[in-house]
């Protein structure tokens, strides 16, 4: 499957939703729902609640996050929010601020 790219300069207000990969270089608020994975890349920001199967976070995530399968904040990720995931991964040096439910 391709991924779809949101650009460093592009500002999405409003909802995402869909069936693919989602790169977020730029800025996205509101709602995402995906059946696939979520990338915030290091320059990417999201003030968003987010439903998706995986997360990857190495920008900065305001909102909460549900996912079916792993949520993955990277060591220059930032976070505030809840996640409910199966499997969390934090990496050392990457800031979280929230609650955070592993039940499956």
């Known amino acids: 499957?391709?991924?779809?790219?949101?650009?460093?300069?592009?500002?999405?207000d409003g909802e995402i939703s869909g069936d693919e990969d989602l790169v977020v270089r730029g800025t996205i608020k509101?709602?995402?729902?995906?059946?696939?994975?979520?990338?915030?890349?290091?320059?990417?920001?999201v003030e968003a609640d987010i439903e998706t199967e995986n997360v990857e976070i190495s920008g900065s995530v305001t909102g909460n996050i549900r996912s079916s399968d792993k949520v993955e904040l990277k060591s220059d990720g930032r976070m505030t929010g809840d996640i409910k995931a199966p499997r969390i991964l934090i990496a050392?040096?990457?800031?979280?601020?929230g609650n955070v439910d592993m039940d499956r």
């Open 1 to 12: 499957m391709a991924n779809t790219v949101i650009g460093s300069t592009i500002v999405i």
């Open 30 to 45: 509101g709602r995402i729902g995906l059946s696939a994975s979520l990338y915030v890349e290091n320059s990417g920001s």
């Open 92 to 97: 050392d040096g990457a800031v979280f601020k």
